[in-house]
């Protein structure tokens, strides 16, 4: 991780976004239009480009990690951190972060079934969020 490194030599705007989706802390994400008015609030000023420009270059860093989520109509943002799934409500798009990594015999079944090396994966989990569930239990 060269994050750190990367970091002192971000332009200004960059560096700002960055620091908002720091702020926002584990399990929080954000989508572009949500960050574009944080930055606004700081900078007054500030262009949608431009965030949207520092958010691909701070992904493209590995320093703000991106999601896309099937149903959802736009990206998350949300601070780099350590490997997880996301549960998205599909009643009311509530996003949770869940603990997972991903289990080592499944690595290896594709490297003896495949022959690839896998480095990365992406996990969502889709159904009813508590507060959702307990409403449809209501009515
Ligand atoms: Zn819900
Ligand atoms: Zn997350």
Redesign the pocket.
């Known amino acids: 991780m060269t994050a750190l490194l990367d970091e002192t030599r971000l332009s200004k705007n960059h560096r700002l976004v960055y620091e908002i989706v720091q702020e926002q802390g584990y399990g929080r994400h954000l989508p572009m239009s949500e960050l574009y008015e944080l930055a606004r609030t700081r900078r007054p000023g500030i262009g949608f480009t431009t965030v949207y420009r520092a958010l691909t270059r701070l992904r493209d860093l590995g320093m703000v990690s991106e999601i896309t989520l099937p149903g959802a109509d736009s990206a998350y943002y949300e601070a780099a951190g350590p490997e997880h799934a996301h549960f998205r409500?599909t009643?009311?798009?509530?996003i949770d972060n869940v603990k997972f990594s991903l289990p080592s015999d499944l690595s290896t079944r594709v490297a003896s079934d495949l022959g690839a090396h896998v480095t990365d994966s992406v996990v969502t989990l889709l159904g009813?969020?508590r507060?959702?569930s307990t409403a449809s239990v209501a009515i």
Do not use: V
């Open positions: 409500c009643e009311c798009g509530t009813r969020c507060a959702c």
